[in-house]
């Protein structure tokens, strides 16, 4: 188990890099430690879908050298995210972090294929996760969403407040303004739902959250 002091170590380590190096042999690699041989398939499905689903995608921010940055690298690091600190075994929830932004950013599949490629379980966690409609998703997420849901949008706002650079202003302050307002009370909910052996887990969270919402304001001072 991991003291805070670990726990601050590794924020501090996404903080210098959000963007992990990691490609697609690492990844696998992380995943096939982590879950079952029988399902690594349905993961090695999930981040093919991902990477050809927002190939057209870049991110506000770009890379250091000015280039632009795939939009897939963010599914892929929320999804790193999940495996690395939180040591998730559940396969569903790997794929439900690679996939979280398909359906609102993709045409390549919709909740019904989902559904048949991965099951109902995953099918009903992107829905969860999922903008699509706008209005009413945090209490959609609040009242219907279970752990597994919960967990993989903290780690995409958390991802999401690391990255706010290339944003424009007003959007690195709604971005603050709302995980204070919505995710901060998402992560003591999370708490409160996980068994004992799991609470670390929305501890790590929240405490990843509250770091990355600081993070972002001290990046609003300065400019």
């Known amino acids: 188990m991991r003291t805070q002091k670990d726990w601050d170590r590794r924020i501090r380590w996404w903080i210098r890099q959000p963007y992990p190096a990691v490609g697609r042999r690492k990844f696998m690699t992380i995943v096939r430690c982590l879950i079952a041989p029988g399902d690594v398939w349905r993961v090695a499905a999930a981040y093919a879908i991902a990477r050809y689903g927002h190939l057209e995608q ?5 890379k250091p050298d000015g280039s632009p940055r795939f939009y897939f690298d963010h599914p892929r690091a929320v999804a ?9 075994r559940n396969w569903k929830a790997i794929v ?5 932004d398909i359906i609102e950013d993709s045409f390549i599949l919709d909740a019904l294929g989902m559904q048949k490629l991965f099951g109902p379980d995953v099918a009903q966690g992107l829905r969860m996760v999922s903008r699509r409609p706008k209005a009413g998703f945090h209490a959609r997420l609040k009242t219907y969403g ?9 780690c995409d706002r958390i991802h999401n407040n690391l990255t706010l650079s290339g944003c424009t202003i007003e959007k690195q302050r709604k971005s603050v303004r709302e995980s204070r307002a919505k995710y901060l009370p998402l992560a ?3 708490i409160a739902m996980l068994p004992k052996s799991r609470k670390w887990q929305g501890e790590f969270l929240k ?3 509250l770091t990355s919402i600081e993070e972002a304001e001290r990046g609003l001072a300065r400019q």
Do not use: G, N
């Not at 439900?96 to 979280?100: I, P, R, T």
């Not at 279970?146 to 903290?154: M, P, S």
């Open 58 to 62: 870049v991110r506000d921010e770009p």
């Open 80 to 88: 790193y995210m999940l495996m690395v600190e939180l040591q998730m």
């Open 96 to 100: 439900e972090a690679l996939l979280h």
């Open 146 to 154: 279970v752990a597994t849901d919960l967990i993989v949008k903290l």
């Open 188 to 190: 003591d909910q999370l």
């Open 207 to 209: 405490r990843f959250l």
